[in-house]
């Protein structure tokens, strides 16, 4: 699995630089950038705090992405409740992303699990623009042995 922090809102505010300006004051780097209209995501800002951790923050672009926000779980993380996809949505987000990294993640997140995960994704994989099933199917063959 990879280390960094993404986020996901549907909140196109986050582009505007003013929004970040305390971050910017404490010394992170902020690059927000809009995506184009055939990116998969809206767009996406890139913060680089003081201490050097990194992190995303993707605007969702799709209607599916928006479902993964209200299905998410509230989980306890370092003393903040977040938000957090379940495993299938987050294997559907990762899907999306289409990276190498990302797809290896896939492959990482189905080593638990799998028959379970395999059945929610299938329910949902229909959902997800721009389409993503071919890469999905692969990967399911490809970890099914």
């Known amino acids: 699995m990879t280390l960094d922090y993404d986020f996901l809102t549907p909140d196109a505010r986050v582009l505007e630089r003013e929004v970040w300006k305390v971050l910017e004051e404490r010394g992170a780097t902020i690059d927000p950038r809009k995506g184009d209209f055939d990116d998969p995501i ?20 799709w209607k599916w992405e928006l479902e993964i926000i209200k299905r998410s779980e509230r989980l306890d993380v370092g003393g903040s409740i977040v938000p957090v996809p ?8 990762k899907l999306a992303a289409g990276g190498p990294i990302d797809l290896q993640d896939v492959v990482s997140l189905l080593a638990t699990n799998r028959e379970s995960l395999v059945r929610e994704v299938d329910d949902k994989i229909d959902q997800v623009l721009p389409d993503v099933s071919a890469a999905w199917e692969s990967l399911k063959l490809s970890t099914s042995e």
């Open 86 to 93: 379940i495993t299938s949505d987050l294997i559907l987000l």
């Open 42 to 61: 809206a767009g996406v800002v890139h913060i680089t705090f003081a201490d050097g951790v990194e992190a995303d923050v993707l605007l969702a672009k």
